[in-house]
């Protein structure tokens, strides 16, 4: 289905869940900077709350996160949240609507549901919420009985289970043994807390994987009746992420093969009826997400894909991020640090960027080819990539028609590849980012 052109996919690169990335980020941004953009804020905003603790750590994991088995840092952690939700919805005031929260981490179901209560609590206390859609993502070695319950009463409908592989041969080898049953459970859980868009996380290119491995899978989630499923490809850089280097590199398989996973999945799941929403990811017809992707007003920020229209994300929790058009800034990654910020009636912002004119447009070139396939160039982007993009068009990748560039059908695992080229700030590509495929 899709013609593999390995020189094409050579380079690393972001997967665009910003533009400029967060590879850009500097420290000129600070408190003042995130406190003047949420006063400026208005009209919808959705919020996301970070969790940064989980009871078991993943060694595949990437996210910023911790082990949740110290009471006391923990119940910090969650008083220093607890300032920032107040001091945010200060500065917020009023003049916003949040119809949507996500809770992410980590593993927000760390943390005991009754604080989880809290929080919703908090939130509803000193942000102008707007019959909010709630989502959560939730680990299913954890998720409880009790869990379930509170999920159902605050009307979450929303949530992300981490699957990865159903093959337990997989799982021991990055670390996250739970078995099928135990899924199948938390599915159950979740549908009959009410979560009516259910995701499952999953995962190609992993040490040992086979196609037959991927089918399972693939085939397992199908049958589970995932309303979205996210297959992404796992990126290897111990370099950055140390405790990836527990995983035997030496079993990983090659570009070839993650290209031929990549495609098994799409076709496995297009023929089992889910509608391809980008490179990666699927959802079923009538998912907000399948609609999103058809009606082309698809959108995209740090949470992936999303049928989210609203212009200003503002995270909340330590190192989640926030974004507006002419702003980015991250809170400070450190806890410690995250905690004496706000124990000081300070904003935790701890770095960023402003998004320049320019940035937004390359963004949005970006974004709508990411989302769309196609997007609108200046003549001058189009004669600045064109010698970069004849490769792609000789091969019937893409095609540049009166400032319309647009991906043709087989080029959707060169997509990012192909966003790649209108991204000025790219350096070090090989070790910052990971495999386009």
């Not at 593999?4 to 941004?29: H, K, N, Q």
């Amino acid at each position: 289905m899709w013609p593999y052109y390995p020189d094409l996919l050579a380079v690393p690169v972001p997967r665009y869940t910003s533009f400029p990335t967060a590879a850009e980020f500097g420290d000129r941004i600070g408190t003042a900077d995130a406190d003047a953009a949420l006063r400026a804020a208005s009209g919808d905003v959705s919020l996301y709350v970070h969790i940064p603790f989980c009871e078991q750590i993943c060694w595949y994991c990437g996210c910023n996160t911790g082990a949740a088995n110290r009471r006391q840092r923990l119940a910090s952690y969650l008083d220093a949240l607890h300032r920032e939700i107040a001091l945010a919805g200060v500065r917020l005031d009023g003049r916003i609507a949040a119809r949507r929260i996500a809770f992410g981490g980590g593993s927000p179901n760390a943390i005991a549901p009754t604080d989880f209560v809290r929080l919703v609590d908090a939130l509803t206390l000193h942000v102008s919420l707007e019959d909010p859609l709630w989502s959560i993502e939730i680990d299913p070695r954890t998720l409880t009985e009790e869990w379930a319950q509170v999920l159902g009463w605050v009307g979450v409908s929303h949530a992300s289970m981490g699957v990865q592989t159903f093959a337990p041969h997989l799982q021991a080898a990055i670390g996250r043994v739970q078995d099928d049953a135990l899924i199948a459970r938390g599915t159950d859980m979740l549908r009959g807390a009410g979560v009516t868009s259910l995701n499952f996380d999953l995962m190609y290119g992993l040490p040992g994987q086979t196609l037959a491995d991927v089918e399972h899978t693939l085939r397992r989630t199908v049958e589970l009746g995932a309303d979205r499923i996210a297959l992404f490809g796992y990126a290897h850089v111990p370099h950055m992420i140390p405790r990836q280097r527990r995983i035997d590199a030496s079993h990983l398989p090659g570009q070839a093969d993650r290209f031929a996973m990549a495609q098994f999945g799409y076709q496995l799941l297009t023929g089992a009826g889910y509608v391809p929403v980008g490179f990666d990811h699927f959802a079923k017809p009538g998912d907000p997400l399948a609609v999103a992707a058809e009606s082309g007003t698809l959108r995209r920020n740090f949470q992936g894909f999303t049928d989210d229209q609203a212009p200003v994300l503002v995270g909340l929790g330590a190192s989640a991020i926030s974004i507006a058009p002419d702003i980015i800034w991250q809170n400070e990654k450190n806890a410690g640090r995250y905690r004496m910020l706000l124990s000081q009636d300070r904003l935790p912002a701890s770095g960023g960027l402003e998004r320049s004119a320019e940035d937004q447009r390359r963004g949005a070139v970006i974004e709508g080819l990411l989302c769309r396939g196609e997007a609108q160039l200046g003549t001058d982007l189009a004669n600045e990539v064109l010698v970069r993009l004849l490769p792609f068009i000789d091969r019937e990748l893409a095609e540049l028609d009166h400032g319309t560039l647009r991906l043709l059908p087989e080029a959707l695992p060169y997509a990012r590849t192909i966003a790649a080229l209108f991204d000025p700030y790219r350096q070090d590509s090989a070790r910052r980012f990971s495999s386009a495929v």
